[in-house]
């Protein structure tokens, strides 16, 4: 898996669709979907949001890179497939402020490791806590851009107190990058550097909670 | 001692003025000054206006800064413009719904737009406030820049990978708007303008594709703008593509507190002035220590021979950044930024 991981992640970087289709569809001769999703794809996008933080490849790289990723394996596995079930409910959603593009990344990287993963778009704290409690989310992931936004988190956090509502709160976007503390002050549990630190992240709650 | 105008321009010419330049780039401080929330702070030029020149007399810094929020130039096109209480503007839904809607697209005319002309107004007041004692920076959104506004990054990027010549077409109709929105600055009483550029930061894109589109289309605008024009990546990383931003022609470049001042100054010596880099993220919660502390590291790593101006590293100063911070800022100044530079090894 190791080659073919390797020889996956030049084909994102580069963009090289027919070489990408083709790695896939080796792939899949030799594994299940969701041994490639996990052993193939989730590796190659490990690197490549290494190499981002490094300041080698550049977002635009991972956005094409985790679209193209998102498609192949939703061909394979659906989002309703038998292998997605036993996931704890897990969530997405774009706190207060209007800039998509880093849940989009995240959402096709999750959902290109095989998650299911309920997308709300963009919510306020008040509408995000109710929907929470009604869906019974454990795990939410929460993407920003502006600092107001990240800064929402702690409002976030003591709303979900106050009900009561035992969750797990992952927050990424620009201002915890820029500020490495931000992530603790606003009581999120953890903060991921990269779209595919959002993956690792999971699946070790997910052990957590089996 | 020098005026802000003759310390900049001297530093600009790569040379030592009295003491290293400092812009604080606040934008929404000014409604602190006045008062007022934010929204009503940038519903009239004079207020704007007004709000700038407390903040110059308060931190004596070396620029005003007459910048209202990037939505500005979205709503221009056409678009929304939400305002928040604790932070810049945001901006709506995209002007440009489906990629089809680029073909009909035609670049407003500054002169027939009140939000523009607001903008206008508060340089011209600026302007007749302080004559050439101070320099008055103007702003504007590169074309390459702000189709990120008015189409959503994830469909824009979508866009230049898959459809070149509706890239292109929107490339034309920005960089008219964009010329003529800073000629009008200028004309207004601008020193210079800001060419905020983040998207051609290679957090952003890969050189490749930079020297493609971005960089092209940069070296374009900057000879339509007719006067000096500073290439700002907006905390974006720069450093790959430096000696391409020094082939545009601009005079300074912001640089990302991601990056080393050190590196850039040895990367480009005297052929770019370095703005930046202290980081706006974290100055909310700085000791006077800790200001003092990276004060001084950024004049260490860049100030010597001048071509240097010390700012934050992403062209405004977060709402949340207490007035402590920006005074301790300003004291480190005076203290550490004095020319010659014999503290540094």
């Known amino acids: 898996m190791d080659a073919l991981t390797r020889d996956l992640r030049e084909a994102l970087e580069s963009l090289d669709r027919p070489r990408i289709e083709a790695l896939f569809q080796r792939a899949m001769l030799r594994y299940s979907p969701m041994e490639v999703a996990e052993g193939v794809i989730v590796p190659a996008l490990e690197q490549l949001g290494a190499a981002w933080e490094a300041g080698t490849v550049a977002l635009s790289q991972i956005y094409m890179s ?5 498609e192949m394996i939703e061909r394979v596995l659906p ?7 036993g996931q704890p409910r897990q969530a997405i959603v774009v706190l207060s402020d209007y800039h998509m593009l880093g849940k989009r990344i995240v959402l096709a990287v999750m959902r290109a490791s095989g998650f299911d993963i309920l997308d709300y778009g963009r919510m306020n704290v008040g509408e995000l806590v109710e929907r929470v409690q009604s869906d019974n989310v454990k795990i939410l992931l929460v993407s920003v851009l502006m600092l107001p936004a990240a800064l929402k988190v702690k409002a976030l956090r003591a709303a979900l107190d106050a009900k009561g509502i035992e969750i797990r709160i992952a927050v990424g976007g620009a201002p915890f990058l820029f500020d490495p503390e931000l992530w603790r ?10 779209a595919a630190d959002a993956v ?7 052990e957590e909670m089996a | 001692m020098m005026t802000s105008m003759q310390r900049v321009m001297t530093a600009m010419a790569h040379q030592e003025p009295d003491r290293v330049p400092l812009f604080l780039l606040t934008t929404m401080h000014g409604a602190k000054e006045l008062g007022l929330s934010i929204r009503d702070y940038f519903s009239r030029a004079e207020f704007v206006a007004e709000g700038q020149m407390r903040l110059l007399e308060k931190y004596r810094s070396d620029c005003l800064y007459p910048f209202y929020y990037a939505s500005l130039e979205n709503e221009a096109f056409g678009g929304e413009t939400i305002f928040i209480d604790d932070g810049p503007p945001n901006s709506g839904g995209p002007v440009i719904g489906r990629s089809e809607d680029i073909d009909r697209l035609a670049p407003p ?3 027939d737009l009140a939000c523009l002309q607001r903008g206008l107004e508060t340089i011209r007041i600026l302007k007749e406030r302080v004559g050439d004692s101070v320099p008055i920076m103007g702003s504007v959104i ?3 820049s702000l189709p990120i506004l008015q189409m959503g990054f994830d469909r824009y990027i979508e866009l230049i990978y898959e459809q070149p010549e509706r890239f292109a077409r929107l490339m034309a109709v920005n960089q008219s708007f964009c010329a003529d929105w800073a ?3 200028l004309a207004a009483g601008a020193t210079a303008i800001g060419y905020a550029d983040p998207m051609s930061s290679t957090t952003n894109i890969p050189r490749a594709l930079y020297l493609k589109t971005g960089h092209r289309v940069a070296m374009e605008t900057l000879r339509l703008i007719k006067g000096p024009a500073a290439i700002h990546l907006a905390s974006g990383r720069g450093l790959g593509i430096a000696e391409d931003i020094v082939a545009t022609g601009t005079p300074a470049v912001g640089v990302s507190t991601l990056e080393d001042l050190t590196e850039w100054k040895s990367a480009v010596g005297d052929r ?4 930046g880099n202290l980081n706006g993220v974290t100055m909310r919660h700085w000791t006077g220590a800790e200001a003092e502390h990276e004060v001084k590291q950024a004049i260490a790593k860049a100030g010597r021979g001048g071509g240097f101006i010390l700012a934050d590293n992403h062209g405004e100063i977060p709402w949340q950044v207490p007035d402590e911070v920006l005074l301790a800022i300003r004291e480190a100044v005076d203290l550490w930024g004095r020319y010659p530079l014999d503290w540094v090894e």
Do not use: H, Y
Request: proline fraction near 7%; hydrophobic fraction near 45%; aromatic fraction near 4%.
């Open chain 2, 109 to 111: 005319r500054v002169a």
């Open chain 2, 183 to 185: 000629n009008a600055q």
């Open chain 1, 79 to 85: 989002p309703m497939a038998p292998e997605r079930k």
């Open chain 2, 142 to 144: 590169s074309p390459f």
């Open chain 1, 185 to 194: 002050e606003v009581g999120a549990d953890v903060m991921g550097r990269t």
């Open chain 1, 200 to 206: 690792a992240i999971v699946r070790r709650w997910m």
């Open chain 1, 66 to 70: 985790s679209r193209i990723c998102e």
């Open chain 2, 272 to 275: 770019l002035t370095l703005l």
